[in-house]
């Protein structure tokens, strides 16, 4: 079945380190979301993606999806103690769909 | 504004006991709902969907079952609990901004 993968599955930097985590899917996606989680919390939503190579900036998050729509990434620039947590990628395979794969996630710890 | 109410937001039971967890919704109707469980460190794993009243759709072979008696509340059960069905609940419904998560119930069988 359709698998989506995240690497690292943790990381720990130093505030002022820029981060970031890769999604991968097994198969071509419609459109990919991305979750931020903190500890203990629930996971909270992100942005969305839909275009091939569509890039998407919140703020020092940049969002990007690929050309093949089957990879996304998050980047944060300057991590700050208020980034802290674990953020997952989310894979729809078709447009509609009830159903979003989550990813393994990537739990990040910073430093200060 | 939607807003979705999850509870108990802790749970101990022991084994073999019984399990139900509520889900409600406000702000909207006909909502597409989601159980989600997420193990200690991990990722979410998707359990039951509902797209509607009565309308159940299983993702897993579990030891847990779901319903959906009225259009905006969501339960999620088991008749007898296991181990391995610790962890931490959560109900969802999906809307244009993605999936609105219930602040989740965090479930220890004993």
């Known amino acids: 079945g359709q698998q989506v993968m995240q690497i690292p599955q943790y990381q720990h930097v130093q505030e002022g380190e820029d981060f970031t985590t890769y999604c991968n899917s097994s198969t071509t996606l419609s459109n990919i979301q991305w979750y931020k989680q903190r500890p203990g919390g629930h996971p909270v939503f992100l942005i969305q993606l839909v275009k091939s190579g569509e890039v998407k900036k919140q703020k020092r998050l940049t969002f990007q999806f690929g050309e093949a729509k089957k990879n996304s990434s998050l980047h944060i620039t300057a991590t700050q103690t208020t980034d802290v947590g674990t953020y997952f990628c989310?894979?729809?395979?078709?447009?509609?769909?009830?159903?979003?794969?989550f990813g393994t996630g990537t739990r990040l710890k910073v430093l200060a | 504004s939607q807003t979705i109410h999850q509870w108990p937001a802790t749970l101990v039971q022991p084994v073999g006991s019984p399990l139900s967890l509520e889900c409600t919704v406000e702000g909207t109707s006909n909502p597409n709902l989601y159980w989600y469980r997420q193990a200690a460190g991990r990722g979410l794993q998707l359990l039951f969907y509902s797209v509607g009243i009565g309308q159940i759709s299983s993702e897993v072979p579990q030891n847990l079952s779901a319903s959906r008696p009225q259009d905006r509340q969501f339960i999620l059960s088991s008749k007898k609990l296991l181990l391995s069905d610790s962890g931490f609940y959560l109900c969802a419904w999906s809307g244009n901004y993605g999936y609105t998560f219930g602040s989740g119930t965090r479930l220890t069988v004993v």
């Open positions: 989310a894979g729809a395979r078709t447009s509609g769909t009830y159903k979003y794969i």
